[in-house]
């Protein structure tokens, strides 16, 4: 019965997924999709039944994970949405009550800074990727460019096409998370490397980024080539504008518009970022400070 149970609410993952597919980007469709398989991984592990489960059981899987709070958070707000469409789609195989409901976390004061890495950390890394001219290491290139000069996340570059960049302004046209188009700047170094990359491989239209077999890029595919090839991951690249940026005397809306940021608490992690740096150089540095 148990079995029985999991297996015909693998379908109604699917059906879920083809629900929320259309209101979300490509990178939260596939942390969803992993995160709701884990949990139904978990109830089979217990040999729970999905209809009997209660706020208890999703209590102690979240208590039991190894990560954040706010990814906590993230996976209870899942199995509440999973719940909360099986309710309407398969009532047969759903809770009286929805288990994921109600459940309340204590407020996470220890919001942990992004880990930045350095302006000569990030002038080493294009260092080494302008000592080789052949067309995957202008595309290396290019890519760095784009995450560090205007803040791109993988997703919007997986999904840039040719026809996005404009070079007579210098600024690309990017969609963002929700579907949110936005329009970016790019810098001077990124617009001769377009030309180079573009040069090189004879295109006027179609994706930007391809793979050495000429097909698109997918986000999954960006992030191995950042991480194996490039040797930073995009997301780094893209706290590392917004943190050199602001180092550099750069107002904060201007950060929130350039990032695509919907909220501007979310930038002013930022500040905090810099707060810290500050402190730590004078710490280091001031003659108060420095030990004897």
């Not at 999991?6 to 059906?15: G, N, Q, T």
């Not at 990359?197 to 004879?202: E, F, N, P, Q």
């Not at 940026?245 to 979310?266: A, M, P, S």
């Amino acid at each position: 019965m148990v079995a029985a149970s999991i297996e015909l609410c693998r379908s109604e993952i699917l059906d879920y997924m083809r629900h929320i597919r259309p209101r979300i980007a490509s990178t939260t469709y596939h942390r969803k999709l992993w995160q709701i398989q884990a949990w139904f991984k978990h109830l089979a592990a217990k040999e729970k039944n999905p209809v009997n489960i209660t706020r208890a059981d999703v209590e102690d899987y979240l208590s039991g994970l190894h990560c954040s709070q706010q990814f906590r958070q993230a996976m209870c707000a899942v199995v509440r949405e999973f719940y909360e469409f099986l309710k309407i789609r398969h009532p047969l195989l759903c809770p009286l009550e929805n288990p994921a409901a109600g459940i309340e976390f204590k407020p996470d004061k220890s919001r942990r800074l992004p880990n930045v890495p350095s302006q000569a950390a990030v002038d080493e890394i294009f260092a080494r990727l302008y000592e080789k001219d052949d067309d995957l290491h202008i595309r290396d290139r290019l890519m760095a460019e784009l995450a560090y000069g205007s803040g791109l996340r993988r997703a919007e570059l997986a999904r840039l096409d040719i026809e996005d960049i404009d070079l007579e302004t210098n600024t690309a046209q990017v969609m963002g998370k929700g579907n949110k188009p936005r329009v970016v700047p790019l810098t001077e170094k990124t617009a001769i490397t377009v030309r180079e990359y573009l040069a090189r491989r004879r295109a006027s239209r179609g994706p930007l980024l391809v793979s050495w077999m000429g097909r698109r890029l997918t986000p999954q595919g960006v992030w191995h080539i950042y991480k194996y090839r490039i040797g930073l991951r995009p997301h780094l690249f893209r706290h590392a504008c917004a943190t050199h940026l602001l180092k550099n005397g750069c107002g904060i809306r201007v950060i929130q518009e350039l990032l695509g940021h919907e909220r501007i608490d979310t930038t002013y992690i930022y500040t905090a970022v810099t707060k810290e740096n500050l402190r730590k150089v004078i710490l280091e540095n001031h003659p108060r400070a420095v030990k004897k």
